[in-house]
């Protein structure tokens, strides 16, 4: 779905470095998320933000942040990387306003951490 | 705590066979359930939600609340099924609203 879109699509990082991985939406969703997927394990959420001045953690927030800055964009960042956070990461976005809520995905950013 | 788990990690058929694609849960309250997919090259996206009740390509997924399993399956694979599928969880909203509890996934070969 174009409407929900990421930017990087891949970044090469090393270890210690800040890194901010970013998504923008044009569906007018209030409520987005981000996911980071690793094989074996499925995705797993890390924050989600249900509107601009809510911001929650996932099961695994530990070495990332997020900003919300707009209803239309939420990025995370990695303070300090580690080789572990490498990973595929997906922001997603859903409208809580529809009686049947289903998220819609960006196409991943794919990380790697030296 | 709410957990999906999916006990094939790979999955491999023949066109035209059957296919299930097993998914069981683990919630204390009412969940609502989804299969999500993702295609090569392409992004996740919604197969179908349990509330539903609908046939999706030709996949129907059926609640279990007393197995607390929710399957998905086709009687008649075709090679374009080959894809990761997900199942995941979303717990009462207004609680925890909208969040999605994923499985491991199970990756479907349907082979010509």
């Known amino acids: 779905d174009a409407d929900v879109t990421q930017t990087p699509r891949n970044r090469i990082t090393k270890t210690g470095k800040r890194i901010m991985l970013e998504c923008s939406q044009t569906k007018g969703h209030d409520r987005m998320y981000w996911y980071r997927q690793d094989p074996g394990l499925g995705l797993r959420l890390i924050y989600y933000?249900?509107?601009?001045?809510?911001?929650n953690k996932g099961e695994i927030s530990d070495g990332y942040s997020v900003s919300r800055q707009a209803q239309a964009k939420f990025s995370l960042s990695l303070e300090s990387a580690i080789p572990n956070q490498t990973a595929l990461y997906f922001c997603?976005?859903?409208?809580?306003?529809?009686?049947?809520?289903?998220?819609?995905f960006g196409p991943g950013t794919r990380l790697l951490v030296l | 705590a709410q957990r999906v788990t999916q006990p094939e990690k790979l999955l491999s058929v023949f066109k035209g066979a059957p296919v299930e694609l097993k998914c069981n849960y683990s919630y204390s309250g009412s969940p609502e359930l989804f299969w999500y997919v993702q295609y090569s090259r392409q992004r996740l996206q919604l197969l179908l939600r349990?509330?539903s009740r609908e046939s999706i390509k030709g996949f129907t997924a059926d609640l279990n609340k007393g197995e607390t399993s929710f399957h998905l399956k086709k009687p008649f694979a075709q090679e374009e099924d080959s894809a990761m599928y997900y199942c995941a969880l979303s717990g009462i909203r207004g609680t925890s609203g909208s969040r999605l509890t994923f499985g491991e996934g199970t990756q479907l070969t349907v082979n010509p």
């Open positions: 933000s249900f509107d601009v001045k809510d911001i």
């Open positions: 349990h509330i």
């Open positions: 997603a976005t859903s409208d809580s306003r529809r009686a049947r809520e289903t998220q819609y």
